[in-house]
Structure formats: C-alpha cells, structure tokens
C-alpha cells in the first residue's frame, strides 16, 4: 500500500495481467446497463459506426478499474476519486485483450484535508494491438504517511 509521499511524478504501474472480452459479457453487461443495439447485437453493430458489436464504454471503464485494482498502484486509502476526464478512443469488441498503464501526472498537498494530497494520474487501456481505447484521467485523494 502507497501513502502520497510515495508517488512521484513520472511513476508508472502497469497491470500484470490482461483481460480478453468476450461477446458474452459485452452483451450481459449492454442487456444491464446500456441496452442500446450496438453494445447487444453483432447484426446491429455492424449496422452502426462501429461496424460490428462493440462494448459499452461504461463496460470498458469497469474492465479497465478491475484491471488497475490488481496492478502494483495501491493507495492507502483506496483509488479515491474526485472526478475527471474519460476519453474513448477506439471501440473494445470481442475476443481484444486489454491492459491498463498508470502514470502519475502531478502530485500536490490537499488545502482542506491536511492529511491527504491529491494525486492526477492518467490510466491508459490498451488493446492486444498496443492501440489506445480509452484514456481516464482521474484526480485522486490519497492519505499522507502518518505522524
């Protein structure tokens, strides 16, 4: 487990496993959360802009905190967030292999929490092909050693 002081700039955490996607789970988690025809159908995929069935890209940002839990970044008090920025950038379909990077942006104290710092990160998801599909870029609260 990391405290704030632990993290520099630069730092970087990768998840040491991968994820495949199966058509399956695309569609059990489409039918659940975003039952919209691309996410649940290959037919209707095809049909759309992403021309074949494409996971959610709330199913890839859920794949993608599974895999930074089980990565070597590890802040004390949990991956905390406070918001921030979440780019797709290329659809996640079935049979891809995913793993994440995570690297710490900007490191600075909290103002109004005197025992925590706010660490920016940007978290990476890529594909089997090394192709970026998402980019999440989160601000987080995590506590200082104590004493």
Request: aromatic share 10%; proline share 5%; charged share 25%.
């Amino acid at each position: 487990m990391q405290y704030f002081e632990d993290y520099t700039v630069g730092q970087k955490f990768a998840s040491p496993r991968r994820r495949r996607v199966a058509a399956e789970e695309i569609t059990a988690f489409a039918a659940d959360f975003d039952a919209q025809p691309f996410h649940l159908d290959d037919a209707a995929g095809k049909e759309s802009m992403f021309g074949g069935l494409a996971a959610s890209g709330w199913h890839t940002a859920a794949m993608t905190m599974s895999l930074i839990v089980g990565s070597e970044f590890r802040p004390v008090s949990g991956i905390l967030g406070f918001g921030g920025e979440l780019q797709w950038l290329k659809p996640v379909r079935p049979g891809d292999e995913l793993r994440v990077e995570c690297e710490i942006l900007e490191l600075r104290e909290s103002r109004s929490r005197p025992g925590q710092g706010l660490v920016k990160a940007r978290v990476t998801t890529f594909s089997q092909d090394d192709e970026v599909v998402q980019i999440f870029i989160p601000t987080l609260l995590v506590k200082k050693q104590p004493g």
